[in-house]
């Protein structure tokens, strides 16, 4: 029998914590079983108390004492330690069954699937049948505000695609904190978002204001102490083109809309992982309650 999950990750800050606490409510609503994995050492503060807890089997504070390593390298040190200790992962989930969401809420530094395969490695352990056997979505989170700036929604989504990638696994992206963004701009515009292509930089804002001004940087030209002058410059422009064709060309990044403040948007997230992972496929029929 098949156990489902749910891997939230993203940038520092990005929302993760909040959306596996949103979702936990959302479920509970609707009467389906969550279980809240914290796989962040650092983590102090919760909505809802982990079932499974990292910080039970190892402590940063602690790594970072007796290593005397910094906060990063105390966090891969914990990692490393967890991938050598994953009795504690076994035994804290191998008795769920299938009506469980297992959500992980996973540290924000993302150099623990861009650089180090530590999240692909434990990712393959979760999945492996006839082990934990557990049927994952990955859900990668950007912070719904870089739509404001074209080049940092182009970085952050390169940053999803390498996740994608790197983790191999049935994914979704979603802009976060949408409730902070959806007044700012007409719907319209906020609906080109959804999918990252190229066209998104001809009328970067950014750009036509400079032309506007009658700024032009000549890439061969320009004064590399200037840093004003490489960031909006010519250069800068390329580098950009050439990250959306990249994107564009894979097309793998599609995203959603988060605004945890809102039910609604949790419950629609939460349909499409349910349809991703197949979760209510494998769901046993209920006897219907006794008539009395
Ligand atoms: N307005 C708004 N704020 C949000 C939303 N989601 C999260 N936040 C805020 O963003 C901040 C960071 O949220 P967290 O959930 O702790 O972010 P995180 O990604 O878990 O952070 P790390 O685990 O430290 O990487 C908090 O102040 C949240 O209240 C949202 O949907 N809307
Ligand atoms: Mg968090």
Known sequence: ???????????????????????????????RSAFYVNLDPAAEHFEHQPDLDIK??????????????????G??????YLMQNLDFLTEGLESLTDEYLIIFDVPGQIELY??????????????????LDIRLCAAYLLEGTSVLDRSKYFSGSLSAMSA????????????????????????????RFKTPDTTLLEDDPVDVARRKAGIHIDPHNWDSNDQDAVLSGTSFKRL???????IERFSLVQYFELDCTDEESVGAILSHIDYVIQYHEAQEPKEPPDEE
Request: net charge neutral; aromatic share 6%.
């Open 114 to 131: 861009t650089h180090i395969p530590i999240l692909p490695d434990l990712v393959k352990f979760l999945s492996r049948p006839g082990a």
């Open 56 to 73: 039970d089997l190892i402590s940063v504070e602690d790594v970072m004492d007796e290593m005397q390593l910094g906060p990063n390298g």
């Open 1 to 31: 029998m098949s156990k489902f999950g749910l891997m939230v990750m993203g940038p520092a800050g990005v929302g993760k914590s909040t959306f596996c606490a949103s979702l936990i409510t959302h479920l509970q609503l609707n009467r």
């Open 75 to 80: 966090l891969v040190y914990c990692f490393e």
């Open 164 to 191: 994608m990638i790197m983790l191999e696994l049935p994914h979704i992206n979603i802009l976060s904190k949408w409730d902070l963004v959806k007044d700012q701009l007409p719907k319209k515009q906020l609906k």
């Open 240 to 246: 950009n083109t050439a990250v959306a064709n990249l």
